[in-house]
């Protein structure tokens, strides 16, 4: 009996022992997810922060500028700095915190900046007006940069960490933060700069500032806690957190994060009518059973369980064992790339564990505004193109150029050599909007 008590003790020791360093390797990994998303995230706030540096000192040389030829590349800089400088706060946890204002002025200052630079400023100088503007815009510009350097500051000075934002904002604490204050400055200045409302021909509507109506009664929290169980069939077991958009969002939604055994989703559902405009779902995937042509019937059927009837694919990839699958709508033959729709397949069984629509409904209720008529004919359009480029498909498709217009253009797709690209040519005119090589499948390494 002895000897087998400590068999029992020894297996047990080894028992707590195994289960400390399993727990320890668990935690130890939690901590390089984390110390890895907050580097990224004082990244994107620093580059942020060097960016708007930047862009006041561009502006303020332009303002000293005399020749034309040398604006020109000032201006395409400018352009450049704006692009990089969204890019940065989109990496930033704001989901929840209103900075629309700001990444307004941000498009703003880029879009003039490219409407100036490609114009001509031999023939066509900055007028008086512009002038005027621009010093507007270095005062605004430098506002921002003041406000940006205060919360760098802070940032360094007090070790605050960008998780314990993200954290706060998903849970819903209190939000005394000086991150959030800091950014909440920012947007509260932005929203004061009215320099584009009446200048270079920049109106509300053409910077897409409108409201989005959604068809149904308003949703309550507890509402669209059911709607979610019902939608992803959840157990009453399952963690579910729903948080609420904040003032400024185009449309008012709710945001919910669930935990099962088995996956863990993340859905965006419309305050009105509680609309699933897209979702996300991780889990465990077995090695692909179906083609990618099944995967695309499976995605096909749920656009046509959710009514979207007026869309055609046109694009499916494969990455292992995840189908991507993109359709836009499509009306009189013209395809509209600005309403998009992107599903996610699961290549093990066949579940969709993706779907983004919000672009599609954004954009619903404009749809009948548009009229579009080409000028060139399909066979003039082949003329504007690389004379290398082995044309295998043309048709009209209208997309949203440099400056976020949307124009017609004719979709050609050909080959060079074993690569294949997709060219848009303008109906009306003959530019070459935009040139893209069409992804392949992921090769899977073993």
Same mark, same amino acid.
């Given at each position: 009996?002895?000897?087998?008590?400590?068999?029992?003790?020894?297996?047990?020791?080894?028992?707590?022992?195994?289960?400390?360093?399993?727990?320890?390797?668990?935690?130890?990994?939690?901590?390089?997810?984390?110390?890895?998303?907050?580097?990224?995230?004082?990244?994107?706030?620093? /580059?942020?922060?060097?960016?708007?540096?930047?862009?006041?000192?561009?502006? /303020?040389?332009?303002?000293?500028?005399?020749?034309?030829?040398?604006?020109?590349?000032?201006?395409?800089?400018?352009?450049?700095?704006?692009?990089?400088?969204?890019?940065?706060?989109?990496?930033?946890?704001?989901?929840?915190?209103?900075?629309?204002?700001?990444?307004?002025?941000?498009?703003?200052?880029?879009?003039?900046?490219?409407?100036?630079?490609?114009?001509?400023?031999?023939?066509?100088?900055?007028?008086?007006?512009?002038?005027?503007?621009?010093?507007?815009?270095?005062?605004?510009?430098?506002?921002?940069?003041?406000?940006?350097?205060?919360?760098?500051?802070?940032?360094?000075?007090?070790?605050?960490?960008?998780?314990?934002?993200?954290?706060?904002?998903?849970?819903?604490?209190?939000?005394?933060?000086?991150?959030?204050?800091?950014?909440?400055?920012?947007?509260?200045?932005?929203?004061?700069?009215?320099?584009?409302?009446?200048?270079?021909?920049?109106?509300?509507?053409?910077?897409?500032?409108?409201?989005?109506?959604?068809?149904?009664?308003?949703?309550?929290?507890?509402?669209?806690?059911?709607?979610?169980?019902?939608? @992803?069939?959840?157990?009453?077991?399952?963690?579910?957190?729903?948080?609420?958009?904040?003032?400024?969002?185009?449309?008012?939604?709710?945001?919910?994060? @669930?935990?099962?055994?088995?996956?863990?989703?993340?859905?965006?559902?419309?305050?009105?009518?509680?609309?699933?405009?897209?979702?996300?779902?991780?889990?465990?995937?077995?090695?692909?059973?179906?083609?990618?042509?099944?995967?695309?019937?499976?995605?096909?059927?749920?656009?046509?369980?959710?009514?979207?009837?007026?869309?055609?694919?046109?694009?499916?990839?494969?990455?292992?064992?995840?189908?991507?699958?993109?359709?836009?709508?499509?009306?009189?033959?013209?395809?509209?790339?600005?309403?998009?729709?992107?599903?996610?397949?699961?290549?093990?069984?066949?579940?969709?564990?993706?779907?983004?629509?919000?672009?599609?409904?954004?954009?619903?209720?404009?749809?009948?505004?548009?009229?579009?008529?080409?000028?060139?004919?399909?066979?003039?359009?082949?003329?504007?193109?690389?004379?290398?480029?082995?044309?295998?498909?043309?048709?009209?498709?209208?997309?949203?150029?440099?400056?976020?217009?949307?124009?017609?253009?004719?979709?050609?797709?050909?080959?060079?050599?074993?690569?294949?690209?997709?060219?848009?040519?303008?109906?009306?005119?003959?530019?070459?909007?935009?040139?893209?090589?069409?992804?392949?499948?992921?090769?899977?390494?073993?």
């Amino acid at each position: 009996m002895g000897a087998l008590r400590w068999i029992v003790y020894i297996v047990l020791l080894v028992g707590v022992i195994g289960a400390l360093i399993w727990g320890y390797q668990e935690q130890q990994e939690k901590n390089a997810v984390l110390v890895k998303a907050e580097n990224n995230y004082q990244r994107a706030f620093h /580059d942020l922060s060097y960016r708007v540096d930047t862009l006041n000192e561009k502006i /303020d040389t332009v303002l000293a500028m005399n020749a034309p030829d040398n604006v020109s590349p000032q201006m395409t800089d400018i352009w450049k700095i704006t692009s990089e400088a969204k890019a940065d706060v989109s990496q930033l946890p704001l989901t929840l915190v209103p900075f629309n204002k700001t990444e307004e002025f941000l498009n703003n200052i880029g879009e003039f900046a490219y409407r100036t630079s490609i114009r001509g400023l031999d023939d066509d100088p900055l007028s008086d007006d512009e002038i005027e503007m621009l010093g507007q815009l270095s005062d605004q510009s430098n506002e921002i940069r003041r406000d940006l350097r205060t919360i760098q500051h802070e940032v360094l000075s007090d070790g605050v960490r960008w998780m314990d934002v993200e954290v706060m904002l998903a849970t819903n604490e209190p939000r005394e933060d000086s991150i959030i204050n800091g950014l909440q400055t920012v947007e509260s200045n932005a929203e004061s700069y009215d320099t584009f409302d009446e200048e270079v021909g920049l109106s509300a509507a053409e910077r897409g500032d409108r409201e989005i109506e959604i068809e149904g009664e308003e949703q309550t929290e507890e509402e669209v806690r059911e709607i979610i169980h019902d939608y @992803f069939e959840l157990g009453d077991e399952s963690e579910l957190v729903i948080t609420e958009t904040g003032e400024g969002s185009v449309i008012p939604m709710y945001n919910a994060s @669930f935990d099962t055994e088995e996956l863990h989703g993340y859905a965006e559902i419309t305050r009105e009518g509680g609309h699933v405009l897209s979702y996300l779902l991780s889990r465990d995937l077995d090695d692909a059973n179906i083609s990618l042509h099944d995967g695309m019937n499976e995605a096909e059927q749920l656009l046509d369980d959710l009514d979207f009837d007026d869309v055609e694919m046109v694009e499916s990839i494969q990455y292992d064992k995840v189908g991507v699958y993109e359709f836009v709508h499509e009306h009189d033959d013209i395809l509209f790339y600005p309403d998009g729709i992107q599903v996610k397949v699961a290549l093990d069984n066949g579940d969709i564990i993706g779907l983004t629509a919000k672009d599609y409904v954004f954009n619903e209720q404009t749809r009948a505004d548009r009229e579009f008529e080409p000028t060139l004919e399909e066979v003039e359009a082949e003329e504007h193109v690389n004379q290398s480029l082995d044309v295998r498909e043309q048709r009209l498709a209208v997309i949203e150029n440099d400056l976020g217009e949307e124009v017609l253009t004719y979709e050609l797709l050909g080959t060079i050599d074993a690569t294949t690209y997709r060219v848009f040519i303008n109906a009306e005119d003959g530019f070459e909007e935009r040139v893209e090589r069409l992804k392949q499948s992921e090769e899977v390494y073993s």
